[in-house]
């Protein structure tokens, strides 16, 4: 461990620092917006290439985290992205490269494992 924050981020933020968040959906609320066809997101899969391939929700995108830095000029800006991998933790860090990056990202909370236990429908590669 090179360092750790005393008093955690109740105290990065009480002493003005700034702070910020990026907001969560769950798989429900994805789920809804896509079967209305009205998606406000362009819906980013950060897992292996292998996994995406495997079992997908149709119409994402796939970039493994680690790669996601050097693959930016692949994510469309015109929309916010919401980033999903298998439980959430790959996807929290590729939102935070995105916001980092000017993106409005939102983290599916849950990920696909959550997708796939609420009994939504997935895809696999041809």
Do not use: S
């Given at each position: 461990i090179a360092g750790y924050l005393v008093g955690g981020m109740e105290a990065?933020?009480?002493s003005g620092r700034p702070l910020r968040r990026i907001g969560q959906i769950t798989v429900a609320e994805l789920q809804a917006l896509l079967s209305e066809g009205r998606n406000?997101?362009?819906v980013l899969d950060v897992r292996e290439a292998s996994e995406w391939r495997e079992s997908r929700i149709a119409s994402t995108l796939n970039s493994?985290?680690?790669r996601l830095q050097?693959?930016?000029d692949e994510v469309p800006s015109n929309k916010p992205v919401?980033?999903?991998c298998g439980g959430g933790t790959r996807s929290s860090i590729a939102a935070s490269i995105l916001q980092r990056n000017g993106?409005?990202?939102v983290n599916v909370a849950g990920g696909i494992d959550a997708w796939k236990s609420s009994g939504y429908p997935t895809v696999q590669a041809d």
């Open positions: 990065w933020e009480g406000p997101y362009t493994p985290f680690y050097a693959r930016l919401a980033t999903l993106f409005e990202p």
